[in-house]
């Protein structure tokens, strides 16, 4: 596999690269919609409302907890998940710095 130099980039280029690469597919998307939706703990009913099976569910569970963007806790045999606040906080911090930094200009280069 090659070399991506992340180390080249900054901690903050890296950081949003990360958060762009777990919003990158719309089964997150939705999950983050749901979680946001019902703002509370769900254990089980993510995978009644998507039309994706339990393990591919998990497998984008997995994707968002590894950004950051959700929290799981274990109760019994389910998992939990929310949306982790802070995180999301920090999310939408790095993508409004990014976006806000560019102005449009009025001689397009195009």
């Not at 950004?67 to 045999?77: F, H, Q, S």
């Not at 998992?79 to 710095?97: H, L, P, S, T």
């Amino acid at each position: 596999m090659g070399s991506t130099k992340a180390e080249e980039f900054s901690v903050k280029d890296n950081r949003i690269a990360a958060y762009a690469k777990a919003l990158a597919h719309p089964a997150r998307v939705a999950i983050l919609k749901i979680l946001i939706r019902r703002n509370t703990c769900i254990c089980g009913d993510i995978v009644d409302e998507l039309p994706l099976s339990q393990s591919t569910v998990s497998q984008h569970l997995k994707e968002l907890k590894a950004a950051g963007l959700i929290k799981g806790d274990i109760e019994g045999v389910k998992v939990c998940y929310c949306i982790d606040e802070e995180e999301m906080k920090r999310v939408q911090d790095a993508f409004q710095g990014l976006f806000m930094s560019y102005q449009a200009n009025k001689s397009s280069c195009c």
